[in-house]
């Protein structure tokens, strides 16, 4: 399972970016994925997860939409209002399979995990 994330960038604050995750696996309607981040000198966060019930981590609530699209294996991650506090590499990372009744926002959760993808916000 390979999974490549994209579409980060330098944005300013207040400006959007969206990314993007192609997953290579068979069945990716099965499963869970998530995005989560780490900035320098920090211990990696959780951001959004969906499959299973969609979730986001407080400090985004409001700003960032996690959607994907099945027919293309690929899950997105809409981030809308930056801050600079949002600059951080970002991953996606996929669970194979997941309940309809939970949301995973711990990273042992997931099985596979994408190269990252740098985004700067400036102030």
């Known amino acids: 399972v390979q999974l490549q994330a994209s579409g980060g960038g330098l944005v300013q604050a207040g400006g959007s970016l969206r990314l993007s995750c192609v997953a290579s696996?068979?069945?990716?309607?099965?499963?869970?994925m998530g995005w989560f981040r780490q900035a320098p000198g920090k211990e990696r966060e959780f951001v959004a997860t969906?499959?299973?019930?969609?979730y986001y981590a407080d400090f985004v609530k409001g700003r960032f939409t996690i959607s994907r699209d099945n027919a293309k294996n690929t899950v997105y991650l809409q981030m809308n209002s930056l801050k600079p506090e949002d600059t951080a590499v970002y991953y996606c990372?996929?669970?194979?399979?997941?309940?309809?009744?939970?949301?995973?926002?711990?990273?042992?959760?997931?099985?596979?995990w994408g190269q990252g993808t740098q985004v700067t916000v400036s102030s």
């Open positions: 990372a996929a669970r194979g399979g997941y309940s309809g009744s939970k949301y995973y926002f711990r990273s042992y959760e997931y099985d596979y």
């Open positions: 969906i499959g299973g019930i969609t």
């Open positions: 696996v068979r069945t990716f309607s099965n499963a869970a």
